[in-house]
């Protein structure tokens, strides 16, 4: 193999992963989702998902209901949580205002704002457990719609199981990885 040939490989495999990247990120524009794809860790969602399920995500600007799944990320937590929703509580409040002498009072209305209970289907108990378990979230007892990652829409049973493969077993995520490396540069 020449040095030609070793440049083109090596420019077909960059190629390729670009495009993959692309495509990622264009489906996250087109579902308003920053991650569009993610893999079940637990068993927590049993039986509507096992572990290694990929779900496939997006964040309607429709108001989240009762029995949606969706996928949410705890502040200071780095790994999403896939759960249902069981309770939604609207937090809008009037807030009375005094203006002049008169005491008279205006009723400023908030920002409607949905507050989020979520439990895992193959859970005992709701998440509050969940949303305090850090010591900076001790006082959330809700998970808000900024914390939505987004919606499931559809799930792939079982496909996801290669990525939890290479996060539990280092050596299979560099062995895969030498042998596509190794396929790209022979296949040439």
Known sequence: MNIRQLLSSTLNVLMMLFGVFMTYKAWGLYTNC???L????SESMEPAFARGDILFLSNPKTPIEIGDICVFKIPNRDIPIVHRVLV????SAAVGIKVNA???SKQKKKKDQQLLLTKGD???GDDRVLYQELYSNRQMMWV???HIVGRV???LPYIGMFTIY???YPMFKYALLGAIGLFAFLYD
């Not at 939604?88 to 937090?91: L, S």
Request: aromatic share 0%; proline share 8%.
């Open 153 to 155: 829409q559809g799930h």
């Open 88 to 91: 939604n509580h609207d937090a």
């Open 38 to 41: 993610v893999v079940v860790l």
């Open 122 to 124: 193959n859970n005992t």
């Open 144 to 146: 808000e719609p900024k």
């Open 34 to 36: 920053e991650s569009p």
């Open 102 to 104: 008169n005491v008279k």
């Open 166 to 168: 290479m996060t539990d």
